[in-house]
Every structure is written in structure tokens, then in C-alpha cells.
């Protein structure tokens, strides 16, 4: 309305500019000459106003060319025949003109809306075709809906435990009255009405896939009337389509997750498992023989089963009390205690606890005596030194060393290395075998060592990894942070234990 009266006014404006400008020569100008170029602002008020305007501007035209440049000029007098059939073909003709420039203007701005609806909708398609996740996919749905059918009203329905709920809404929220009309008196999806109603100054479009209701779309009413309804129903079928094709795929990503757990908590059990067993069975097997009465054993073998049984205890409180460690430190609840400490001194520590463990292994150290001290919780790296000395014994032949190795890594770390001679790991398994769970059915152990390990490093803010050792077999490297000014008792000199 407003562009239709502005478009009338600049029309009038021009047909007034033209009228004075013609007046000074009307006496020399023909009749037919004046009526040509009253035909401009009509066409103006047609192209501008709409076909409203074309028959204002006809109207005026008509009174503007009898009252200016019909003799007797200043009068509504005709007077003459061929004036009268000048004044009739004027209007008889600029109404048909004004009709078809209407028609043609109207068919044009038709032609450019549905021409901008195919371009929205075909990139609204392209993004249907994408793997987005459905609140996005969802988001831009309604906010094209409403920009290609100038909806001030968008809103998507879908099922939600059982009932219709608001998933997606753009422009003015539906009012609760507007919502107790567009849902079912059920509420469920079973309820649907797939055909296209109106209820509540709104449209009611049900999406269907496979004639299948899944969800709702809503908007205003005005906004796909008539002609508009077409496109809005194939439009709705492919919203249909790939808001199914999401659904869907989320059902399957959450079942493969479902699946995935169930598998890594099997996984986890008999990892567990493994390195609980042997433990287990030692004490299993001391402890049945200490309690046999019907067995007849010495006080230094009693002893021995004994020291066994305490041995493999602290073995299995160690495994549990790494994972727990693990557990808190990925959760974010354990720090670090950190302390500057002597690296050689704790190497010698943990190489002298082992000793029993290392089944013939001599160790070889190679600890710089200007080694400096690094800032490390104790604890936690002895434990990672420990797992990948146990992880060496496993894999390597009897009776072949164990070399751990450091030196300085500037400017802020020190390097340390355990190597042993056993086959390795391949290039294509040297990430994996950090992983919690990595082992394979051909591996000796569960896998949980290196993966304690690499957590105890990484809450460090360091890195550990493993390539091929000189002499054949696997070296593991890591990383430690060094303390650069430190009080001298606190470093201790380190040694070589075999």
C-alpha cells in the first residue's frame, strides 16, 4: 500500500512537470502529440504504483488534457467531434496500457520472488544434504522458512518423550493459545493431520517421510497463500526427509556409543583381569598351602609363602592405586606434588625395589653426574619408571639388560629412556601402545602400564614416546621439567646397579 501511493504520487508529480512545460507551446503542439506524452506518467504510475496508480493517472491525464490543451483552454468544455474522440482514445487506450504494464509488472516481481524462493530453498537443500546436527539443522530450516515466505511466525514440532514440543522457532513465538490449536488433543505424533490446515491465524503443515508423520511445521498463514502453497509443501517434504535422515543418524551414533562402551568395559574387565591374575594366583596358591594342615612344610618355606603373599599384595594395591591416580588426574581433581628430586636417586630407588622382579635383568645405568634435579611429584614418576621396567622384563629374552638412560634436554627438561632387547614396536603401533586399552591378543600384557604411564607424564606438562633401540628392542623416552637453581642437598649423586 505504501509503495502503491508513493508510486502514484511521483506519477502525478511527473504528469504536472510535463503539463507545465507543455503549456507555454500547447497552441503549436497537436492534440495526438499532447496525448503521446501524457502516456509517460501513466506508465510511471502503472510501473511504481501498481495498476491503482495507472487508473489515477489515467483519470488525471483525461481532466488534464481536456482542462489544459482542449479548446477552449481552462474548461471542461469539449466542444468539437475529433476532440471527443481524442479524449476517448486516450483513456481507451492508456487502460488497456496500465492493465498490461500492470500484468507484466506483477508477473516480473512474481517471476524475481520465486526465483529468490528457488535460490534459498536450493541452498537450504544443500545444507539438508550435510551431515549438521539436527539443532542446527533445525535453526536454519525456520530461519529460511521465514526469510523466503516472509513469515513473522516459524515454528518446528517434534516429538519429545512422547509429545509435540517447540524444537526450532524463528520470528514471533507462538502464543499458548496458538499452541493448545496446532497440537493434537493427544499431544503425540500418532495424532497428526498430514493434510495442510489453518488453525489459529496460522498454517498447520505436517512433515511426512514415507508417509510417516515426524514433526510439525508452523507459520503464519498469510505468508503461504495461494500460489505460495506449492512450494511450501515440497519444500516441507524435504525438511521431512532430513530431519529423519538426522534423527536417524543420531539413533545410530548413540548406539554406536552405546556399543562402544559396553565393548571398552569389556575390554577394561579383562585387562584388569590379566594383570590381576597373576597376583592373585601367587597368593592364591601361598596362602591354600599355608592353610593345608595335611601339608608338612619347614619354618623358612612358611616364611617364604608368607613374604609371597605380601609381596603380591603390595603388587595389587600398586596396580589399583595407579589406575585410581589415572582416573583422578583425567578427571582433573589430582595435581602433581611437585618437589625438586634427585634423578638419580630415584632410579637407584626404584631399580633396588624391583631387583626380586627383574628375573636375572641387569640394569644398566647411564645418569650424568651434572645431571640436574627435575620437578617432579616423586611418587608418581617412580611409578612410571616402575611400569616401564616391568613393561621391559615382559618383553625382553631372559638374562638381556635393561638400560636407563638420561641426559639433559634444553633449555627446561631432562630426557630419560628405558631400552631393552626385545622385539619392539612397529612403527604403525608406536601411538597406539599408549592408549588405555591398546592391547592385542598376541600382547603379553593388558596394555595399562604405558597408558598409566603416559598420563603420569602428561599431568607433568611432558611428553613420552617410543623408537627403536641401538642394539634392537624398544626405548621408551620421556621427558621431565628441570629445576634450574636449587638448593645442593638436594641433589644426589647418582650410580649403576646391577
Known amino acids: 500500500m505504501r509503495r502503491s501511493f508513493f508510486g502514484t504520487m511521483a506519477a502525478l508529480a511527473t504528469m504536472a512537470v510535463l503539463a507545465a512545460a507543455m503549456v507555454p507551446f500547447r497552441a503549436s503542439l497537436s492534440i495526438a502529440t499532447t496525448a503521446l506524452v501524457l502516456v509517460v506518467p501513466v506508465v510511471i504510475g502503472v510501473v511504481l504504483g501498481g495498476f491503482t496508480g495507472g487508473v489515477i493517472c489515467v483519470i488525471a491525464g483525461f481532466l488534464v488534457y481536456l482542462f489544459l490543451f482542449i479548446p477552449p483552454y481552462l474548461t471542461l468544455f469539449v466542444g468539437r467531434a475529433q476532440n471527443w474522440a481524442a479524449l476517448v482514445v486516450y483513456v481507451a487506450v492508456m487502460l488497456p496500457v496500465a492493465r498490461i504494464v500492470a500484468v507484466r509488472n506483477a508477473a516480473r516481481a512474481r517471476e524475481m520472488r520465486q526465483g529468490a524462493e528457488l535460490r534459498e530453498l536450493f541452498q537450504l537443500s544443500g545444507l539438508l544434504l550435510e551431515d549438521k546436527p539436527l539443532d542446527e539443522l533445525l535453526a536454519a530450516v525456520v530461519t529460511t522458512v521465514a526469510d523466503v515466505f516472509g513469515a513473522h511466525q516459524v515454528a518446528l514440532l517434534l516429538p519429545r518423550d512422547g509429545r509435540l514440543e517447540v524444537a526450532a522457532a524463528a520470528g514471533d513465538p507462538l502464543t499458548d493459545?496458538?499452541?493448545?490449536?496446532?497440537?493434537?488433543?493427544?499431544?503425540?505424533?500418532?495424532?497428526?493431520?498430514?493434510?495442510?490446515?489453518?488453525?489459529?491465524?496460522?498454517?498447520?503443515?505436517?512433515?511426512?517421510?514415507?508417509?510417516?508423520?515426524?514433526?510439525?511445521?508452523?507459520?503464519?498463514?498469510?505468508?503461504?497463500?495461494?500460489?505460495?502453497?506449492?512450494?511450501?509443501?515440497?519444500?516441507?517434504?524435504?525438511?521431512?526427509?532430513?530431519?529423519?535422515?538426522?534423527?536417524?543418524?543420531?539413533?545410530?551414533?548413540?548406539?554406536?556409543?552405546?556399543?562402544?562402551?559396553?565393548?571398552?568395559?569389556?575390554?577394561?574387565?579383562?585387562?584388569?583381569?590379566?594383570?590381576?591374575?597373576?597376583?592373585?594366583?601367587?597368593?592364591?596358591a601361598s596362602s591354600s598351602t599355608l592353610a593345608d594342615a595335611g601339608i608338612d612344610i619347614g619354618p623358612q618355606v612358611r616364611q617364604d609363602l608368607a613374604g609371597m603373599i605380601d609381596k603380591q599384595a603390595d603388587r595389587l594395591a600398586d596396580l589399583v592405586q595407579n589406575l585410581l591416580d589415572m582416573s583422578r588426574i583425567q578427571a582433573g581433581v589430582l595435581e602433581p606434588r611437585r618437589v625438586p628430586t634427585s634423578l638419580g636417586a630415584l632410579v637407584n630407588s626404584v631399580v633396588s625395589e624391583l631387583t626380586p622382579a627383574l628375573r636375572g635383568h641387569p640394569v644398566r645405568l647411564g645418569l650424568p653426574e651434572d645431571l640436574p634435579p627435575v620437578d617432579v611429584d616423586a611418587t608418581l614418576i617412580a611409578r612410571v619408571?616402575?611400569?616401564?621396567?616391568?613393561?621391559?622384563?615382559?618383553?625382553?629374552?631372559?638374562?638381556?639388560?635393561?638400560?636407563?638412560?638420561?641426559?639433559?634436554?634444553?633449555?627446561?627438561?631432562?630426557?630419560?629412556?628405558?631400552?631393552?632387547?626385545?622385539?619392539?614396536?612397529?612403527?604403525?603401533?608406536?601411538?597406539?601402545?599408549?592408549?588405555?586399552?591398546?592391547?592385542?591378543?598376541?600382547?603379553?600384557?593388558?596394555?595399562?602400564?604405558?597408558?598409566?604411564?603416559?598420563?603420569?607424564?602428561?599431568?607433568?606438562?611432558?611428553?613420552?614416546?617410543?623408537?627403536?633401540?641401538?642394539?634392537?628392542?624398544?626405548?621408551?623416552?620421556?621427558?621431565?621439567?628441570?629445576?634450574?637453581d636449587v638448593p645442593e642437598e638436594a641433589s644426589l649423586g647418582a650410580g649403576t646397579h646391577h
Open 177 to 284: 493459545a496458538q499452541l493448545r490449536q496446532v497440537v493434537p488433543s493427544s499431544g503425540e505424533l500418532a495424532g497428526l493431520d498430514t493434510a495442510p490446515d489453518i488453525r489459529a491465524d496460522v498454517l498447520v503443515h505436517a512433515l511426512t517421510a514415507a508417509g510417516r508423520p515426524v514433526g510439525l511445521l508452523v507459520l503464519t498463514a498469510s505468508a503461504a497463500a495461494g500460489p505460495d502453497r506449492e512450494p511450501l509443501s515440497l519444500f516441507a517434504n524435504q525438511v521431512a526427509l532430513a530431519v529423519e535422515r538426522a534423527q536417524l543418524r543420531e539413533q545410530v551414533l548413540t548406539t554406536r556409543l552405546t556399543e562402544e562402551v559396553a565393548r571398552l568395559a569389556k575390554t577394561l574387565v579383562a585387562a584388569v583381569s590379566h594383570d590381576l591374575r597373576a597376583p592373585l594366583a601367587r597368593i592364591k
Open 385 to 484: 619408571l616402575t611400569n616401564l621396567l616391568e613393561n621391559a622384563v615382559r618383553h625382553a629374552p631372559r638374562d638381556t639388560p635393561i638400560t636407563i638412560g638420561a641426559r639433559p634436554a634444553p633449555p627446561d627438561a631432562v630426557l630419560v629412556f628405558v631400552a631393552d632387547r626385545g622385539p619392539g614396536v612397529s612403527p604403525d603401533r608406536r601411538d597406539e601402545v599408549f592408549g588405555l586399552l591398546a592391547r592385542r591378543d598376541s600382547d603379553a600384557g593388558a596394555g595399562l602400564g604405558l597408558s598409566i604411564a603416559k598420563t603420569f607424564i602428561e599431568a607433568h606438562g611432558q611428553r613420552i614416546w617410543v623408537v627403536d633401540a641401538p642394539d634392537g628392542g624398544a626405548k621408551f623416552c620421556f621427558t621431565l621439567p628441570a629445576v634450574a
